[in-house]
């Protein structure tokens, strides 16, 4: 594909971005609206309220909306397995054998565990030694601790000289014993931060509930069969189950069930073991394609500004509903699977 195509291309996946980020702005305003309705119909939440409860109104108001968005933050489909596997490859040289010599955290709200103070105290002097990806997690393991990030929708990860200036929504800065820092940015603060000290059991990023890493021994046609054999629920929504497999979201679960001809409403319990099969072979095969294509240089990667590394030019039906398939020609439908919305080809996926 030559570069004018994969500029084409990453163009159309933007603007399904901002379309999907306007979507989720009509939402969060649908809820704003909803909470100011409430607040005049029940006088906990209303300005008759007595003085006391005052103070509470407006944090009751605030929790609701961050329950409300935080829900529909996981409509927007964020970065997957091949992402966060290319963010690895992309900084783990660049992070190996650095000593973090000073660390600032700007927005207390992403550190998820320990306190924020804790979480800087914990970081300075410390060495990164490794980095690795579980499912969706990037955990940047140090000498005696272990970082772990979730992107989620819009956060990015950067390793600029300190001289950088330093861009907004930049939450986290880690100065390096290179001279280079660091940094977590994020328009959205969805994206947060985990820090586990060696030995620490980890009951919060939620690391410990992830199901088998789909290229694992472990994940295999028996295992799914096994694990969804009284399953109801759409075959698409099973593969996005991070406790049933690892690190597959909406996009690629779009891509994987194409190139399996398996129709994504299909009950999980109507597969037989012969779709299993091509399943999972499937998985593991689009997977790995989607890592090799990933490949970005570190140079493009901090141009984008850790941004721009997703796999659009080759995707074949996510995004494209009522284009032709690529396969038959037949136009591509959508439809809405647990919540999200999902492309298929009525003719060759069955
Ligand atoms: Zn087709």
């Known amino acids: 594909m030559n570069s004018i195509s994969v500029i084409v291309s990453r163009n159309r996946a933007g603007v399904a971005m901002k379309k999907a980020i306007?979507?989720?702005n009509m939402i969060s305003a649908v809820i704003i609206a909803h909470v100011i309705?409430?607040?005049k119909r029940f006088p906990i939440f209303g300005d008759s309220a007595p003085r006391r409860l005052s103070e509470s109104k407006d944090t009751a108001a605030i929790y609701l909306l961050s329950?409300?968005?935080?829900f529909y933050a996981n409509l927007i489909d964020m970065p997957e397995l091949p992402e966060i596997e290319t963010i690895t490859r992309v900084l783990s040289p660049e992070l190996e054998g650095k000593e973090i010599v000073?660390?600032?955290v700007m927005t207390s709200s992403v550190i998820a565990h320990p306190s924020p103070e804790l979480f800087i105290k914990s970081l300075i002097g410390e060495r990164f030694a490794t980095a690795e990806r579980r499912g969706k997690f990037l955990i940047l393991n140090l000498s005696s601790c272990r970082l772990i990030i979730h992107l989620r929708m819009t956060g990015s990860l950067v390793v600029?000289?300190?001289?950088f200036p330093v861009r907004k929504h930049t939450h986290l800065v880690l100065k390096l014993s290179d001279g280079n820092e660091l940094r977590f940015r994020d328009v959205r603060r969805f994206g947060r931060l985990w820090l586990m000290q060696n030995g620490e059991n980890d009951s919060w990023s939620g690391i410990s509930r992830l199901g088998p890493e789909p290229f694992g021994d472990e994940f295999s046609p028996s295992y799914l069969s096994l694990r969804c054999s009284k399953s109801n629920r759409a075959i698409k929504e099973v593969l996005m189950n991070q406790s049933i497999v690892a690190g597959i979201g909406n996009i690629y679960s779009d891509e994987?069930?194409?190139s399996s001809c398996i129709n994504p409403l299909r009950k999980a319990s109507s597969l037989n073991m012969e779709e299993w099969e091509r399943l999972v072979a499937t998985i593991k095969e689009r997977l790995l394609f989607f890592i090799e294509k990933n490949g970005i240089s570190l140079e493009d990667y901090q141009?984008?500004?850790?941004l721009e590394y997703r796999n659009t030019p080759y995707l074949q039906v996510y995004g494209k509903a009522d284009e032709p398939c690529p396969v038959c020609g037949t136009k591509l439908s959508r439809c809405v699977i647990g919540g999200r919305s999902s492309v298929f080809c009525p003719h060759c996926q069955k």
């Open 102 to 104: 000073d660390a600032a």
């Open 256 to 258: 994987i069930l194409f």
């Open 303 to 306: 141009k984008s500004e850790g």
């Open 67 to 70: 329950v409300y968005l935080s």
């Open 160 to 163: 600029v000289p300190s001289a």
């Open 22 to 24: 306007r979507i989720n």
């Open 37 to 39: 309705y409430f607040r």
